[in-house]
Nanobody, 112 residues
Framework: VQLQASGGGLVQPGGSLRLSCVAS????????WDWYRQAPGKQREWVAT???????TYTDSVKDRFTISKNNADRTVSLQMNSLKPEDTAVYYC???????WGQGTLVTVSS
């Protein structure tokens, strides 16, 4: 299993970013997928989940701002992030729930 996350960058508060995680060696539709993030000096925290049946769940701090999705044809799990806040600054990781595999993550910096 290999995971390649991308789409991070520097964005102003209120802006948007779309993160993508391309997975190889694993079924997209057959797995539950999680996005996590780790802010500087803090522990890694769970952000969002999408099930094989496309049921999403979110941590309270990102509800109504973030949207998780997956696309089997593109082998991609995505996280659309809107109305970004400085406290969203972190390295973001995608992970298949059943495997202990972490990619390199993608850095999101929200700052004016």
């Amino acid at each position: 299993v290999q995971l390649q996350a991308s789409g991070g960058g520097l964005v102003q508060p209120g802006g948007s970013l779309r993160l993508s995680c391309v997975a190889s060696g694993i079924s997209i539709n057959g797995n539950t997928w999680d996005w996590y993030r780790q802010a500087p000096g803090k522990q890694r925290e769970w952000v969002a989940t999408i099930t094989p049946g496309d049921i999403p769940t979110y941590t309270d701090s990102v509800k109504d701002r973030f949207t998780i999705s997956k696309n089997n044809a593109d082998r991609t799990v995505s996280l659309q992030m809107n109305s970004l806040k400085p406290e969203d600054t972190a390295v973001y990781y995608c992970k298949p729930r059943r495997y202990n595999v972490w990619g390199q993550g993608t850095l999101v910096t929200v700052s004016s």
